[in-house]
């Protein structure tokens, strides 16, 4: 049996937007979870983690991370919203959330045995219609974007999900935490790319000192840019395949590596978002 937590960052203001996927076996889990439960006693969301405290559990959920990498993934899935996908008036947020919810729990769970079992433990959001996303994740290609009636028809549950616990916090389920520091970390990638390889120069003594467009640094960018770099620290003396330049911001080119971060874009001229349906 396998078990799998996700979380967003952002899912309905800013510019770049991500979900984030751990999955392991379910006794690789609990061993996480119980060190992530002594590692502090304090639930840890990267939108607080502009202070002292939440930047020091940040490292060490990374440190007890990485000593389990070789028994679970993490699968983070960003995308643009003001990419041509995205950017015209009246489509539907919510929908667009189901649908980028589906691409990456389709693509992560493909990943493993087709045999495995899993258990879904989302974090916990009052919009999400899990029944929905289960169905249509399960739908044959050519029904996806008809109306889903679960009383009408059943597909094969061919990803063998046997249960959606959708009311999760990651006070009781700590390894939810791991998968809101990364989808945090996919986003403020992409949005502090220029600011942030500026800093790198700084830490590095290669500053520019006639360079127009210098950036001041925040109490969020004092504590959250180590982060990152110890993440890209850790891809390369680990090998992990991580680019930080290639998309100007985190992806993996090999998605089959551990750690990946997928940039989402359109798939051709009918991959839209839906448009918001008129209350009549």
């Known amino acids: 049996m396998h078990v799998a937590f996700s979380d967003e960052s952002n899912w309905n203001r800013g510019r770049y937007r991500s979900i984030a996927i751990v999955t392991a076996d379910v006794n690789v889990a609990r061993s996480l979870h119980k060190e992530l439960s002594l590692a502090?006693?304090?639930?840890?969301?990267?939108?607080?983690?502009?202070?002292?405290?939440?930047?020091?559990?940040?490292?060490?959920?990374?440190?007890?991370?990485?000593?389990?990498?070789?028994?679970?993934?993490i699968d983070v899935l960003v995308w643009d919203a003001c990419d041509s996908r995205h950017s015209f008036q009246g489509h539907d947020v919510i929908e667009n959330m189901h649908y980028m919810t589906r691409q990456l729990y389709?693509?992560?769970?493909?990943?493993?045995?087709h045999e495995t079992e899993w258990f879904l433990y989302p974090d916990q959001t009052t919009f999400m219609n899990w029944d929905k996303?289960?169905?249509?994740?399960?739908?044959?290609?050519?029904?996806?974007?008809?109306?889903?009636?679960?009383l009408k028809t059943k597909p094969e549950n061919k990803y063998k999900i046997c249960k959606v616990e959708d009311d999760c916090s990651d006070e009781v389920f700590c390894i939810l935490q791991i998968a809101d520091l990364f989808a945090g970390l996919a986003r403020y990638s992409y949005e502090q790319?220029?600011?942030?390889?500026?800093?790198?120069?700084?830490?590095?003594?290669?500053?520019?000192?006639?360079?127009?467009?210098?950036?001041?640094?925040?109490?969020?960018?004092?504590?959250?840019?180590?982060?990152?770099?110890?993440?890209?620290?850790?891809?390369?003396?680990?090998?992990?395949?991580i680019s930080f330049n290639k998309n100007k911001g985190l992806s993996t080119p090999n998605?089959?590596?551990?750690?990946?971060?997928?940039?989402?874009?359109?798939?051709g001229d009918y991959d839209k978002v839906a448009i918001k349906k008129k209350v009549s």
């Open 133 to 150: 996303i289960v169905y249509k994740l399960h739908a044959p290609w050519h029904s996806i974007d008809k109306e889903f009636d679960l």
């Open 255 to 267: 998605p089959s590596n551990p750690i990946n971060f997928w940039f989402y874009h359109s798939q």
């Open 106 to 113: 389709k693509n992560t769970l493909s990943r493993w045995s």
């Open 193 to 241: 790319y220029d600011n942030f390889n500026k800093w790198l120069k700084d830490q590095e003594g290669a500053q520019d000192l006639f360079d127009d467009n210098a950036y001041t640094l925040s109490n969020a960018m004092k504590y959250r840019y180590p982060i990152l770099q110890k993440l890209l620290k850790e891809s390369r003396s680990r090998k992990l395949g």
């Open 40 to 73: 502090f006693d304090r639930s840890f969301s990267f939108k607080k983690c502009d202070s002292s405290r939440f930047f020091d559990n940040a490292l060490k959920i990374l440190d007890i991370l990485f000593k389990y990498l070789g028994n679970l993934r």
